[in-house]
């Protein structure tokens, strides 16, 4: 099976895009063909791997592409296809000149969160023809959370919507043998009504809709190809909101694979110095609460590193530490 799907979680400035990079990383020096991208809107992958990144995958080593998606380009042509779309159902409107109304769908609730999930469908049938893995580095927990939410809760609502639409079309199939064949009259044109649901560009469009959430929902649960890590930094609060990750990851049923503590400091650096030997356990007691937390996890621990960490060579010094989460050497 190829197109396997790493995710690495958790809220912001606790290392998710060093430890994605990193993780690609080890899985491209393995010989797999790995695409790793940013859907981050605040795009920092292209500075860790200390190259310039578009919505194009580029090669950045051997096995090993990068991309960051173009945050307003995937929602501007979001907007762009649902407005035409509607334009198209709501077309007998040009009569009244009450089209320009529809523009008022680039200001919906949940366009963000819907053109990032379709964005991400699309990554994911890529990776399926191109490449072995898929590991995504997301935004923050806030948006990140709404955005893999969405097609669980999209499914319940779209498939009320399908019900409805089929109880139109039999109202209309009802009416029809009344009074004869159903039409409206748009400009200068005579239109059919449908009644039947394989006529009805309607309940086609809903259909479509529901088959794309519904790939989303079956792929995000897959436990054979998808995972998600939490990512944290040796601190309370990283560490509760870890835990408010866990408990919606396994509410929603996508499948958790590990833990990633960044910038764990380490004894030897804190020896000697009364701050950092202060500093040192207070992590370890933290780290200790992670262990007994997250018991049936994985967990890879990367080291603080004072000159931070940029370029191939820098995230080579931590990508081993993370091939623990996959499995390898063990």
């Known amino acids: 099976m190829s197109g396997y799907i790493r995710m690495f979680v958790g809220k912001g400035g606790v290392g998710k895009t060093t430890s994605a990079a990193a993780y690609a990383l080890s899985l491209a020096k393995r010989g797999y063909r790995v695409l790793v991208v940013s859907i981050d809107p605040a795009h920092n992958l292209g500075d860790v791997l200390c190259t310039k990144l578009s919505g194009e995958p580029r090669k950045v080593a051997d096995n090993l592409y990068a991309a960051e998606l173009d945050y307003n380009a995937v929602i501007a042509k979001f907007v762009e296809e649902m407005s035409e779309k509607l334009r198209y159902f709501y077309r007998h409107l040009k009569v009244f000149n009450l089209e320009h109304y529809l523009d008022v769908v680039k200001y919906a609730p949940g366009i963000e969160e819907h053109a990032l999930l379709e964005a991400l469908i699309h990554l994911i049938d890529r990776v399926?023809?191109?490449?072995?893995?898929?590991?995504?580095?997301?935004?923050?927990?806030?948006?990140?959370?709404?955005?893999?939410?969405?097609?669980?809760?999209?499914?319940?609502?779209?498939?009320?919507?399908?019900?409805?639409?089929?109880?139109?079309?039999?109202?209309?199939?009802?009416?029809?043998?009344?009074?004869?064949?159903?039409?409206?009259?748009?400009?200068?044109?005579?239109?059919?009504?449908?009644?039947?649901?394989?006529?009805?560009?309607?309940?086609?469009?809903?259909?479509?809709?529901?088959?794309?959430?519904?790939?989303?929902?079956?792929?995000?649960r897959d436990a054979r190809r998808t995972r998600a890590y939490l990512v944290m930094t040796p601190e309370e609060l990283p560490l509760i909101e870890a835990l408010r990750v866990y408990d919606f990851l396994k509410r929603f049923k996508i499948p958790v694979g590990g833990v990633v503590v960044n910038r764990v400091l380490e004894w030897k650096m804190a020896k000697g110095n009364p701050v950092l030997e202060t500093e040192y356990e207070r992590q370890e007691n933290i780290l200790r609460r992670v262990e007994r937390e997250f018991a049936s996890l994985p967990k890879a621990l990367l080291p603080y590193k004072p000159q931070g960490i940029k370029g191939l060579a820098s995230l080579e010094t931590i990508a081993e530490k993370l091939s623990v989460l996959e499995g390898f050497g063990k």
């Open 128 to 220: 399926e023809r191109d490449y072995d893995y898929l590991v995504i580095d997301p935004p923050p927990t806030g948006l990140m959370l709404r955005i893999f939410s969405l097609p669980f809760i999209s499914l319940q609502w779209v498939k009320k919507l399908l019900e409805v639409r089929k109880a139109i079309l039999e109202r209309r199939k009802m009416l029809e043998r009344v009074v004869g064949r159903l039409k409206v009259q748009i400009g200068d044109k005579e239109i059919l009504l449908p009644t039947d649901a394989s006529g009805d560009p309607v309940f086609k469009e809903l259909l479509s809709t529901y088959k794309v959430y519904q790939r989303a929902y079956m792929v995000l």
